[in-house]
């Protein structure tokens, strides 16, 4: 009887990873999800027949119990991880799907000061424009705030926003967020297990960021727009000045698309693909640091000579890489590549 037991638990094991096996080769699932869904089965069958070896359930049925007990864990554990985990780093990790959850706040791009401020009451009205005033405190993000159109934004230094997983802050006002070295402006996760998403700016007049940390962010997808790094500035000038992004898991730390830019003096460590990403952007990348980037430390798509890159220190494992669709060579040839100690 034990001896029949086991081999029927044999038989199992080996048909359920067979076609787990033909199901990767074929429809090409993600190699993360193959190995969760490999992983819970051998666990739950080892549980199943070594653990349970005494138990008087025929072999058979105790092999559909653990066929169904393994469906409703992983089906209840994937589904958990997708609800929890809006900004969907945790996902991709176990899924290998790249994928956040969309918002929709088109209310809120034109409401009035009197609404967004009722909505935000911890923001005040500056007192040196028509806009909005963020001053010195901690505060904690629980939902995606928006800044309407023709409100600018200004940040005091001493603030610190901790965000709620996957939550953001997305302006289509210019954002003058300037804080100081001693007195830096931080964007967090309140818990870097699970990471927020994005400070994204939409097509207005002309940002600045100065002595900001970014830690922990990721992505967004809001109003439609995908924010792909955790600064992301959308058809708006920018200037980005002694500023740093640590630990971003984003498809950019810092994205930049169709804007002028002046980007000078930051710090960009350890991003799980590009450091910096321009497509389509003119002005100047300079004396910046690019630090264990996984993939280009700076991706240039659709630069021209309008646009001036040079005196970067790109460094990672494999000796530091810039890509560009145009004068890459140039480009190399004014940046520094090399290799991180070990």
Not at 34 to 45: C, I, K
Not at 181 to 199: D, Y
Not at 209 to 232: K, M, P, Q, T, Y
Not at 240 to 263: E, P, T, W, Y
Request: aromatic share 12%; proline share 3%.
């Amino acid at each position: 009887m034990s001896h029949s037991k086991s081999n029927v638990a044999i038989s199992t094991t080996v048909w359920v990873l067979l076609v787990l096996l033909s199901v990767q080769l074929i429809w090409k699932f993600p190699k993360p999800l193959f190995f969760f869904y490999v992983g819970t089965f051998v666990l739950l069958s080892l549980w199943f027949w070594f653990l349970k070896r005494h138990n008087p359930v025929r072999g058979l049925l105790q092999s559909y119990q653990v066929v169904l007990t393994w469906i409703i864990v992983t089906s209840l554990f994937l589904t958990g991880v997708y609800k929890v985990d809006r900004a969907g780093w945790n996902w991709q990790r176990v899924t290998g799907f790249n994928v956040t959850i969309p918002e929709k706040h088109f209310n809120l791009v034109g409401a009035s000061a009197s609404d967004f401020l009722m909505r935000f009451p911890f923001f005040a009205l500056d007192p040196d424009s028509n806009g909005f005033l963020l001053r010195k405190g901690v505060y904690d993000i629980s939902e995606t705030i928006v800044i309407p159109k023709q409100y600018p934004l200004r940040i005091e230094p001493g603030v610190t926003l901790q965000f709620d997983v996957g939550r953001s802050l997305i302006s289509y006002s210019p954002i003058r967020a300037r804080g100081t070295k001693e007195e830096p402006i931080i964007f967090m996760a309140k818990n870097k297990l699970f990471k927020w998403g994005a400070v994204g700016i939409v097509e207005t007049g002309k940002s600045l960021f100065e002595h900001v940390i970014f830690r922990h962010g990721r992505r967004a997808r809001v109003n439609d727009i995908d924010f792909l790094g955790g600064l992301s500035i959308v058809e708006t000038d920018v200037e980005i000045r002694n500023c740093k992004f640590v630990n971003m898991f984003g498809k950019d730390a810092l994205s930049v698309q169709r804007a002028n830019v002046l980007i000078t003096d930051n710090l960009v460590k350890n991003a799980v693909r590009d450091g910096l990403d321009l497509d389509g952007a003119s002005g100047e990348v300079s004396s910046n640091q690019f630090i264990n980037c996984r993939d280009e430390g700076i991706d240039l798509s659709e630069n021209f000579g309008d646009l001036q890159v040079f005196n970067n220190y790109v460094y990672d494992k494999r000796g530091g890489k810039i890509s560009a669709d145009n004068n890459i060579n140039e480009i190399l040839s004014m940046n520094q590549l090399g290799y991180l100690k070990k």
